[in-house]
């Protein structure tokens, strides 16, 4: 057995018949990326994308067949993003106790688990068990998203940690259109929109059409668990790093950080706080542009049903793809933080004209935000984390920044509720706007105070 690291002790060789082919080194980083063991962190990004993006075809669906306000449907995204905040913590703890490979394999259980509740939950016909099983599904993916990130970034050398997190990223839309195609044919009918079919029923038909229409949420779900067992089997036979810093040959161990220590650093070290307070606004500005697109469309024309305004939502993935490969392409002539900042400028017109030009043009400008929404995540996760100077810290730092995800169950209720306060989908987009200003405003300001610095 080697020497404890961090408090824990490692085996001498971590199981996996897939071997690592790389060196760990003192801080924690490796000497080289592992390809497949990278692939293989990168491909867990499109299983929590998939469940993301099928939540907006939910609150369509929602919305209708149990009546509900804006304010109410969104109340989707609350459940949802309340499971990565509660767990994010824990998962962090799990992480230092045992390793990120465990907690990668816990968060594809949960996810399985929370999955198989749409079983029920689609039989039951109730909103509240639907958003339980949502809340599952989400406490499985805060420990795929508290591993993963933070694993990325170490996967290889230090200096390029951001680049190679933007590099992971890259993978999120190919999962966000593969739920939203899921959820266009499986779960939207063809034909007329569900709002004006079930609008010409009352009474006993119109509550068994929508159990009917119930059922098939479950649908996607069944696709994604054969996808979350196989994803299983391959993490639980490949062999990961540790990820974490430990002292060198004949000097004394690293000692563990405890729970009350790593919080009054963190607590204390305002660059980090100020990264926390912008991604908890970034991800409430992605998760309400996206969670309102299909209704935007679907408010400029009643002849636009629900699986046509989902391919908007197509359009939208694509373009957060295609940004996410030119900032990444960017970031190798610029630091991220100037990037980030020229994508937030151009953000801001883009929502600005979906808010005062309220026509079907107005969509192809929400879905160009999209694009923009690229570089925002995994640059502002990777320079907050940097902040973190002593790594007996990282865990934690990673699963305070994964529980500013709780953004998206906040901004999309607001921005519910001035759409029912005014009446207009459109000028409810003042709130993305205002979001993507303050990012830009974050940009900046890293860039000033760390512009000397290479990423």
Known sequence: MEKPINGSVEPKRRFGLIKLRAKELEDGYLDRTPVFQFMLLSLLIPLWAAAASLNNILITQFKTIFTLSNAASAFVNSAFYLGYFVLAIPASRIIKKTSYKFAILMGLTLYTVGCWLFFPASHLATYGVFLVALFAIACGLSFLETSANTFSTLMGPKSASTVRLNISQIFYPI????????????VFNDGASLESTMAK????ARLAYGQKMLQQTLLPYKYIIVVLLVGMLLFALTQFPSGRPHAAKGTKPVADAKIGETLSYLIHNKEFMKGIGTEFIYMGMQ???????????????KTITERDASTFMVYSYIAFFLGKIIATSLMKRFQSSQVLMGFSVVGVLALVYVMFVPNITAIYFAILASGLFGPSWPTIYSQTLNTVKDKRYTETAGAIVVMSIIGGAVSPLIQGAVADLTGSISLSFIINVVSFAIVGIYAYDYYQKHQRVTN
Not at 201 to 204: I, K, R, W, Y
């Open 175 to 186: 999962g966000a259109v593969a739920g939203i195609l899921l959820g266009k044919y499986l």
């Open 287 to 301: 998760t309400a542009v996206w969670s309102f697109t299909i209704t935007l469309a679907m408010s400029f024309s």
């Open 201 to 204: 029923m009352h009474g006993a």
